[in-house]
Structures are given as C-alpha cells and as structure tokens.
C-alpha cells in the first residue's frame, strides 16, 4: 500500500498521494504554455489599444488570467494532490485535497454497512471506460452506507483498493459488500 496509516489518540487517518495520470499531466501543462504566450499576447495588444478598446481588453484580459489560474490549479491538483481518510470520534472523514484545501464528505462510521474494492472492468464499448487515461475511473474504495454509496480514492490501482478496504475492515469499519465487483473484472 502506498499510503500511510497514522494512529491518533481517538482513531487513524489514511493519506496517500492521488493516482498520477501522465497524460492528463502533459495536456495540462500544454494548455498552460500556450495560455502563458496567450496572456503576454493580450499584456501586449492592451498596452497598444487606444482607449476605446482598453475597456473590452481588461475585461478579456482578466477573465484569460483567471482561466489561466483554474488552469495552474488543476495542474498543481494533477501533480500533488492527496487522498485523506480519518476515522475518528465514531465519524469517518474522506476526500482529496491539495495543499490542505479540498471538499470533505463526513459521515458517522455507524452508518458504514460496508467496505468494498470496486474496479470498473475493461470495455471497449464503454466509452466511459476510455476517460481512465485522464485519471478517471479504475479502481476506488467504496462505503456503503445504506442505500447510498461513497467512493474514496478514485483511480487507484485494484490491489491497493483490496489492501485499503481490508485494512478497513479489520479495524471494525464496515463487513466485506454482498458484490464486490473488483473481483468480477479479473
């Protein structure tokens, strides 16, 4: 497993890194190059425009850099975000953050019916299956919470997922799922 487990005085937590998807990466850093000569293009016909223009050119030019930091955002995201999952206090926190920053789903660990690995198997007719080049999809861990379903850590590889859902459940957090469909897809 490539996370780490740390105990805490009233539970433990979970980190590892997100799942890398290379391609992503290199699109990302792509697009970001050519908003970079984009934004120097607009700097530059800005300092030029006379002053009838200058006002539609801000305006561009401020909504070109706010797309350039959405853009830098997801890239940093691509590269450095982590999964975190803290049980702790009978409440189970999870999501993905970047630099400490991120959206956390929070749910009492009672609620937890079960925990399961679950991999989408290849399909080439799924054309859902073709964004796991992007980082999306493969393998997750899942929480069932009563009629709800939660997935965790998105784009891990099956393995992994295994390790994290046993180790899971041998700390008393959920029973193995009545279909675990990481086990259909081998």
Known sequence: MTGQVRERADGFEIRRSAPRAPLRI????????FWALGERFAAGELSAAGPGDAGVLRLALVLWTLGGALLAWRLLGALFSR??????GGAVALGRE??????RRRFTAARVRA?????????????????RVWG??????VFELG??????AEGIDEGEAGELAELLRARG?????????????T
């Not at 999964?83 to 702790?88: F, G, I, K, P």
């Open 26 to 33: 290199v699109v990302l850093a792509a697009a970001l190059a």
């Open 83 to 88: 999964d975190r999952l803290v049980v702790a």
């Open 98 to 103: 970047l630099f400490g920053l991120g959206r």
């Open 115 to 131: 925990v399961a690995a679950e991999a989408q198997p290849p399909d080439l007719l799924d054309l859902a299956w073709g964004v």
């Open 136 to 141: 999306v999809g493969g393998a997750a861990l």
């Open 147 to 152: 009629g709800e379903r939660v997935r965790w």
């Open 173 to 185: 957090l959920g029973e193995p799922a009545q279909s675990d469909r990481l086990t259909a897809s």
